[in-house]
């Protein structure tokens, strides 16, 4: 059996499921796009091919497996794509949640059977269809969950759109001993530098109490004001929109010390090895023509 443990984004990881590009399916149509990255791409021709982000996968499977943690992969789905693993379920404490995303997408949790099979049944928590969330929304931080969320009326209109404040309630009384802070999100259906997919897109706690952010990804300045002052000015790295687009807040971190980063991000590389942290870089720059990086196609099962 898998016992299960997450309780922050930096204790060192013992287990993880990797999300696969095996048979990834065709390049989609602008309407099948999910993301405004990916239309981007999509509509200038450069949208990323199976072989290129098979191997940046592979590539960050061989990082895992160095520091001895145990990799998962789901099942494969023909003609499906199941990159990003961290959408489709996350793990608080001891306890696995699965995410009402997309409906085109539900399959995808299907795949992971064989890893749901070693988890004791009653730890596999299904959210009423009313609460919509994705793990990418939901960061842990020891006793706070920050959860990304957008309230707007058109919320409808935002495939971007993808955690709801009935996700944040549910939540709570799940993990009543948490503080659960709702943290709202700016929104854009096609311009990538006006986006915040999920909250890890522009907000990640590193280890030593540091963080990366983009604070023009939040929609309220206080809630960018609340996370400035949970840890401290000084301990932020604060991203452009160019490189909140390209993801530089969805690094990965193994433990509180080593970080798992894009080999491109010279500007936060350079400042994480300045801070002492070890930084593997790899290349994962087609991975992130579909809106996400290292944090989105990982889901950590347990961390000590």
């Not at 004791?120 to 969950?145: K, M, R």
């Not at 311009?191 to 990366?212: M, S, T, V, Y």
């Not at 509180?256 to 350079?270: G, K, P």
Request: charged share 25%; aromatic share 10%; proline share 5%.
């Amino acid at each position: 059996m898998l016992n299960l443990n997450v309780l922050n984004e930096t204790s060192s990881l013992k287990a993880v499921v990797l999300g696969t590009t095996e048979s990834n399916g065709p390049t989609p149509t602008p309407k099948d796009c999910y993301d405004p990255s990916s239309l981007n791409h999509v509509l200038q021709g450069t949208y990323p091919l199976e072989k290129d982000m098979m191997s940046e996968m592979d590539a960050l499977e061989n990082i895992f497996k160095s520091y001895g943690v145990e990799v998962y992969r789901p099942s494969v789905i023909k003609n499906c794509n199941q990159i990003f693993a961290r959408d489709i379920a996350f793990v608080i404490e001891n306890k696995l949640i699965k995410s009402n995303i997309l409906p085109d997408r539900a399959q995808e949790f299907t795949a992971l059977a064989t890893i749901l099979n070693q988890i004791q049944s009653d730890h596999i928590i299904e959210l009423p269809e009313e609460c919509h969330v994705e793990g990418g929304d939901v960061i842990l931080y020891n006793d706070y969950i920050f959860v990304g969320v957008y309230t707007g009326d058109d919320y409808p209109d935002f495939i971007t759109a993808r955690t709801n404040m009935k996700a944040v309630e549910a939540l709570q009384n799940l993990f009543p001993k948490k503080t659960v802070k709702p943290l709202e999100l700016k929104k854009s259906n096609t311009n990538p530098q006006e986006n915040a997919l999920h909250l890890d897109c522009c907000f990640q706690p590193i280890g030593r109490g540091k963080a990366l952010i983009h604070k023009e990804g939040f929609l309220k300045e206080s809630d960018y004001m609340f996370l400035e002052n949970f840890f401290g000015k000084a301990h932020l790295f604060f991203t452009t929109k160019e490189e909140m687009a390209a993801m530089n807040c969805n690094v990965f971190s193994i433990s509180n010390d080593v970080i798992i980063s894009e080999q491109n991000f010279t500007r936060l590389n350079t400042w994480l090895e300045a801070q002492s942290f070890k930084v593997e870089k790899v290349k994962y720059s087609e991975v992130s023509k579909q809106g996400g990086l290292l944090r989105c196609s990982t889901l950590p099962l347990i961390r000590s």
